[in-house]
């Protein structure tokens, strides 16, 4: 039988995203510019990013110090141990040492006498984390493979559909759009076979582990799993892409993990104190160290983390031997100036985390969400993290200003507790629509007569025109802000604005360009020729446009041989985004194309060309590092 509460809850949200769509999209495309497109989720998401980068932006780093002392045992082994506090306060918690103080704590701490006061160890145990769910699933893909969330559910749905195994079809993993932690008893017996099979009896439980979904989850699919946990990764690696082998690898690791023994860690704390002239010193130095007792469920899998910081304190660490009252040769003492540091960007990771902590949006909307915002240009990624544009700061403005319950986080999360309870018929759909969609109507045509696009697009700045002497005004174009006259179209006089690394760089970049074309005649008309800035970079034009229209591509060549024609390598530009790559210079008769800068080197294994990304080389075909010969 149908149920006809999901179809109502399915038909209303829709409905209202086509509606948030379908009417604040044209206001964008007549108040900003023509192709923007706002969403129930997406501009949620923009907004959440625009609002961690301003707190990033307001962030005041604030200086503080401390010192580790390294201390002699009587085993002439050396135990680091930082100083956590003074007069009985926690100097590591409270952050509250200056120069000053740490300057005098040193004059204190010379000449003292240390031992170790107390030895602490206990037993610390970790339980393994639950099974995937979409988000988690993203998250994870994104910290230890680098998977962007689309590629993801792309891959995912690859292991879904299935794959030519052992000479049939097999779907390799469970649907991968689910926000249930639950499990199939079938496939929780079969991991105990398996764990026991891979790693030994000691490894299993002797009762399955029953994750606890959140509320409102929809029950129709289980958790992310392998559909046959005997088809394990190394069987089917030949049959796999490499991005297909490492997510069901990364899934098949994490199923037999959830259903494993915890983890066992031996904790010790030492605490180290010091007395001067027969006077015990306000201090205690404190080390901590761990090691792994029984490793349990991290045979299998080690979950990731979006923090360093806790990643390291994760890590083991073996701590020299001591015993209670034992006295310690101070070696030195080394004060280190610190300075506290700002929120982190966010990640598609940690962005489609706080999404879902926020209650905002369903595991199938996380990545085409990010797909969209980056599209869009209402974000960018500056390597992995997530950095609003020009764009994405002007829409987010404008809509938190005058359609503010469509981008409240808690609007957009109670809206989503509404259509679970029209899912359960608690509620009929229809008036939730209305109610939500008369005032928003209202609005919508309101604003689109009392707004007006110039104050929206432009900002007053105190820089005068040096071509005519009108104010000049910051306007946004296609490629971010820049500084335009007022008196435009009178006067065209416009000029990037300098306030950013990325434009101080690009500025840099054109400045050789004009130096290096200074003097080229245009081969239509003779006017000189002009470096300009288009959507795939810089370019030649004639100075007389429009009359004369002549275009030059400024080309790049890396000094780098095509490894399969012959020819040169350049650098090119993709066709949207303006993402830069390398490729032939004889496209499109040749297709070499990689978007890993060529060395010019050749790989000892395979004979293709090395390339270098991060300060590293490798190969740009079998991926091996440091196999090149000249």
């Given at each position: 039988?149908?149920d006809?509460?999901l179809v109502?809850a399915?038909?209303?949200?829709?409905?209202?995203?086509?509606?948030?769509?379908?009417?604040?999209s044209?206001?964008?495309w007549?108040?900003?510019?023509y192709?923007?497109?706002a969403g129930?989720v997406?501009?949620?998401?923009?907004r959440?990013?625009?609002?961690?980068?301003?707190?990033?932006?307001?962030?005041?780093?604030e200086e503080?110090w401390?010192i580790i002392?390294?201390?002699e045992?009587?085993?002439?082994?050396?135990l680091?141990a930082?100083l956590?506090?003074?007069?009985?306060?926690?100097s590591?918690?409270?952050?509250?040492?200056?120069e000053?103080?740490a300057?005098n704590?040193?004059l204190?701490?010379?000449?003292?006498i240390?031992k170790?006061?107390n030895i602490?160890q206990?037993?610390?145990i970790?339980t393994?984390?639950?099974?995937?769910?979409t988000s988690i699933l993203q998250?994870e893909a994104?910290?230890k493979l680098g998977?962007?969330v689309?590629k993801?559910?792309v891959?995912?749905?690859q292991?879904y559909?299935?794959v030519?195994v052992f000479g049939k079809a097999t779907?390799l993993?469970t649907?991968m759009?689910?926000d249930?932690?639950?499990?199939?008893a079938s496939?929780?017996s079969?991991?105990?076979?398996?764990i026991a099979k891979e790693?030994?009896n000691?490894?299993?439980?002797?009762s399955?582990?029953?994750?606890?979904?959140?509320?409102h989850i929809?029950e129709a699919h289980e958790?992310?799993r392998?559909?046959d946990l005997?088809i394990?990764?190394?069987s089917v690696?030949?049959?796999?892409t490499?991005?297909?082998f490492k997510l069901y690898?990364l899934?098949?690791k994490?199923?037999?993990?959830c259903?494993?023994?915890?983890?066992?860690f031996?904790q010790v704390?030492?605490?180290?104190?010091?007395?001067k002239?027969?006077a015990?010193?306000p201090?205690i130095?404190?080390a901590?160290?761990?090691?792994?007792?029984?490793?349990?469920?991290?045979?299998a899998y080690?979950?990731?983390?979006?923090?360093p910081?806790?990643?390291l304190?994760?890590?083991?660490k073996?701590?020299?031997?001591v015993e209670?009252?034992?006295?310690?040769?101070?070696?030195?003492?080394?004060p280190s100036q610190?300075f506290t540091?700002?929120?982190?960007r966010y990640?598609?990771?940690?962005l489609?985390?706080?999404l879902?902590?926020?209650?905002?949006g369903r595991?199938?909307?996380?990545a085409?969400t990010?797909t969209?915002?980056?599209?869009?240009?209402?974000?960018?990624k500056?390597?992995?993290?997530?950095?609003?544009t020009?764009?994405g700061?002007?829409?987010?403005?404008?809509?938190?200003t005058h359609?503010?319950?469509?981008?409240d986080y808690?609007?957009?999360a109670e809206m989503?507790?509404?259509?679970d309870?029209i899912?359960?018929?608690k509620?009929q759909?229809?008036p939730?629509?209305?109610?939500?969609?008369?005032?928003?109507h209202?609005l919508?045509a309101?604003?689109?007569?009392?707004?007006?696009?110039?104050d929206?697009?432009?900002?007053?700045t105190?820089?005068?025109?040096?071509?005519?002497?009108?104010?000049?005004v910051?306007k946004?174009?296609?490629?971010g802000?820049?500084?335009?006259?007022?008196?435009?179209?009178?006067?065209?006089?416009?000029?990037?604005?300098e306030?950013?690394?990325?434009?101080a760089?690009?500025?840099e970049i054109t400045r050789?360009l004009e130096?290096?074309f200074?003097?080229k005649?245009?081969?239509k008309c003779?006017?000189?020729?002009?470096v300009?800035k288009g959507r795939?970079g810089?370019?030649l034009?004639c100075?007389a446009?429009?009359k004369?229209?002549?275009?030059?591509a400024?080309?790049?060549?890396t000094?780098v041989?095509?490894?399969k024609?012959g020819?040169q390598?350049i650098?090119r530009r993709?066709?949207?985004g303006?993402?830069?790559?390398?490729?032939c210079?004889?496209?499109?008769k040749?297709k070499?194309?990689?978007?890993d800068?060529?060395?010019?080197?050749?790989?000892?294994?395979c004979?293709s060309?090395i390339?270098?990304?991060?300060?590293?080389?490798?190969c740009g075909?079998?991926k091996?590092e440091?196999t090149?010969?000249n």
């Amino acid at each position: 039988d149908i149920d006809m509460f999901l179809v109502d809850a399915q038909q209303a949200r829709r409905v209202l995203d086509r509606l948030v769509g379908y009417e604040l999209s044209p206001l964008l495309w007549k108040k900003v510019r023509y192709g923007l497109s706002a969403g129930r989720v997406q501009s949620v998401a923009v907004r959440l990013v625009v609002e961690k980068e301003r707190e990033i932006l307001a962030f005041k780093p604030e200086e503080f110090w401390t010192i580790i002392g390294k201390f002699e045992t009587p085993r002439k082994e050396i135990l680091e141990a930082q100083l956590t506090h003074v007069n009985g306060t926690s100097s590591r918690e409270n952050r509250s040492l200056n120069e000053a103080d740490a300057k005098n704590i040193l004059l204190e701490l010379d000449g003292g006498i240390y031992k170790v006061a107390n030895i602490e160890q206990k037993d610390s145990i970790r339980t393994p984390p639950p099974p995937f769910t979409t988000s988690i699933l993203q998250q994870e893909a994104s910290r230890k493979l680098g998977f962007p969330v689309k590629k993801t559910m792309v891959v995912a749905q690859q292991l879904y559909e299935g794959v030519e195994v052992f000479g049939k079809a097999t779907g390799l993993i469970t649907y991968m759009r689910t926000d249930s932690m639950n499990l199939a008893a079938s496939a929780v017996s079969q991991a105990q076979e398996i764990i026991a099979k891979e790693f030994g009896n000691q490894y299993t439980i002797s009762s399955p582990r029953i994750y606890k979904s959140k509320k409102h989850i929809q029950e129709a699919h289980e958790a992310i799993r392998p559909v046959d946990l005997s088809i394990t990764p190394s069987s089917v690696k030949a049959v796999l892409t490499r991005d297909q082998f490492k997510l069901y690898d990364l899934i098949w690791k994490r199923m037999l993990a959830c259903q494993m023994a915890d983890a066992v860690f031996n904790q010790v704390t030492v605490s180290i104190v010091g007395e001067k002239s027969g006077a015990s010193l306000p201090y205690i130095f404190t080390a901590k160290g761990q090691t792994i007792k029984f490793a349990g469920f991290l045979m299998a899998y080690t979950e990731g983390s979006d923090n360093p910081e806790e990643e390291l304190e994760k890590q083991e660490k073996l701590l020299p031997q001591v015993e209670n009252g034992e006295a310690l040769a101070a070696r030195e003492f080394l004060p280190s100036q610190n300075f506290t540091r700002p929120p982190a960007r966010y990640t598609e990771a940690s962005l489609v985390k706080k999404l879902e902590s926020e209650g905002i949006g369903r595991p199938s909307t996380y990545a085409p969400t990010i797909t969209t915002i980056l599209f869009r240009g209402y974000v960018k990624k500056d390597e992995k993290h997530l950095v609003p544009t020009d764009l994405g700061n002007v829409v987010t403005d404008l809509l938190v200003t005058h359609f503010p319950e469509v981008v409240d986080y808690k609007f957009t999360a109670e809206m989503e507790d509404v259509l679970d309870e029209i899912a359960e018929g608690k509620r009929q759909w229809q008036p939730i629509v209305q109610e939500f969609y008369t005032p928003f109507h209202r609005l919508v045509a309101e604003k689109q007569e009392t707004l007006n696009k110039q104050d929206i697009v432009s900002e007053q700045t105190s820089e005068i025109c040096e071509k005519c002497g009108s104010p000049m005004v910051i306007k946004l174009g296609r490629f971010g802000k820049f500084l335009s006259c007022a008196n435009y179209p009178k006067c065209k006089n416009a000029k990037p604005l300098e306030n950013t690394k990325e434009a101080a760089a690009a500025a840099e970049i054109t400045r050789e360009l004009e130096q290096k074309f200074a003097g080229k005649k245009c081969d239509k008309c003779g006017a000189d020729m002009v470096v300009k800035k288009g959507r795939y970079g810089n370019f030649l034009g004639c100075s007389a446009y429009p009359k004369c229209k002549n275009i030059q591509a400024i080309v790049t060549f890396t000094g780098v041989k095509c490894p399969k024609c012959g020819g040169q390598v350049i650098e090119r530009r993709t066709r949207k985004g303006g993402k830069l790559f390398y490729g032939c210079n004889k496209y499109p008769k040749c297709k070499f194309a990689t978007w890993d800068k060529p060395t010019g080197e050749i790989c000892a294994k395979c004979n293709s060309l090395i390339v270098e990304k991060n300060g590293k080389k490798f190969c740009g075909e079998c991926k091996a590092e440091n196999t090149a010969e000249n």
